[in-house]
Nanobody, 123 residues
């Protein structure tokens, strides 16, 4: 079992930045693909970014160039640096872990989820 706990969300103005963290316990994350997803009110959960165990990354088109995913396997933590925030980035951001080495942007492909952290961007 893997337990994931997100932190770092908050209220920021348009153009602001945050650093989201996802701390894992129970298992080492070094062999998992880690993803960030988000869910806005009334919308489905959507893919944001993922990172493989070797550091390969992939982003959704809406965040590419503004968000950066990284991982520190020694600290068992994954990060999402979110810059140039827009009101449409407002959502609950979730961290997720997928067993194995194959990356995916489908929510159903991930095995473990955190409880989420709220990001609100004011205009």
């Amino acid at each position: 079992q893997v337990q994931l706990v997100e932190s770092g969300g908050g209220l920021v103005q348009t153009g602001g930045s945050l650093r989201l963290s996802c701390a894992a316990s129970g298992r080492t994350l070094s062999t998992y693909v880690m993803g960030w997803f988000r869910q806005a009110p009334g919308k489905e959960r959507e893919f944001v970014a993922h990172i493989t165990w070797s550091g390969g990354t992939y982003y959704s088109g809406s965040v590419k160039g503004r968000f950066t995913i990284s991982r520190d396997n020694a600290k068992n933590t994954v990060y999402l640096q979110v810059n140039s925030l827009k009101p449409e980035d407002t959502a609950v951001y979730y961290c997720a872990a997928r067993r194995g080495s194959l990356s995916s942007y489908y929510t159903e492909s991930y095995d473990y989820w955190g409880q989420g952290t709220q990001v609100t961007v004011s205009s």
